[in-house]
């Protein structure tokens, strides 16, 4: 069932504690106040706005949770996860990954600071178990954050740019693919579409596929240069950028023109068979000639 819960609540109270700061900041800002930065005006004020989200995120404002009854189950069979919209499922599965995230990210936490922990360095003087601090440039401002914030920062980055990823790529699937009727049922076959009629070859859905190649393998290239691959590998044979390169083009090709790839299969599938053939002619040409050289 696709309603909210307490996996949208928890995120949304993080959301809302940060946006709240982040308004408070962003108006000290603009009125010139220094220090821009209140740690204690910005609590109050994440304070309330994490109230409000909290509240919106568990389904406090949403009237399908008041209904009784009957209502109740016939609005539950409505709002089953095969039934539901693409946008609704996909971000009622990204509130739960963002809530697993933050379970584990607790449980990191709580495992560091009780133990087991094994701490090796070098320098006797290092405490390897301890938050670090470190300069940030903004602009012409440099301000110290502490190591954690930038790690909290960088994993909301990555839900946020993993969720609009998947967004486009299922917005480029399902428009790419509005002309075909599934039947749920597995009566009916696929059917094509007859009401827009438009040529293989045509200018318009040439351009259309050129600039859905584009948007699709920038937005890629940059998931697997900053996310998918920047972050296991730093430094990969032959570079970053060409190995996210070779990667989002790959990806960009099965998602939108996946009958290439399964042509190109055959062709060199076949092109290795005619090899093979070719490299046992002699050999069964030479016996051919023996047996004929028989009395």
Known sequence: MVRPGIS???????LGFLTGALLVTVVRALQGMEPVWDAGVAIVFGAF?????????????DPRLSA??????????????????????LTHTMWQISFAVLLLMLALAAMAALGPTLITTADSDAAVNQIGMVPVVIGNTEIIVSQLVLFVAF??????SLTIAAGLIGWLITYLSRGVIESRAG??????????????GSPRRLALFVVSFVVLF???????YYVLIGMVMPNPPGGLPLVSAVNALVFTVLILRPRWV???????????????????????GVRKIQRGKRP
């Open 187 to 200: 009566e009916a076959a696929a059917l094509p579409a007859t009401t827009e009629p438009a040529e293989a």
């Open 155 to 160: 994993v909301g980055f990555m839900l946020i």
């Open 218 to 224: 920038a937005v890629l290239y940059l998931l697997f």
């Open 262 to 284: 399964v042509m190109v299969i055959s062709r060199v599938a076949g092109w290795l068979a005619n090899l093979l053939r070719s490299r046992s002619k002699p050999y069964e």
């Open 49 to 61: 706005f994490s109230a409000g989200f909290f509240v919106w995120g568990i389904g406090g404002f």
């Open 68 to 89: 009784h009854g009957d209502e109740a189950h016939h609005a539950e069979e409505e709002e089953s996860i095969d039934t539901a919209p693409p946008p609704a499922i």
């Open 8 to 14: 949208r609540a928890v995120p949304m109270g993080i």
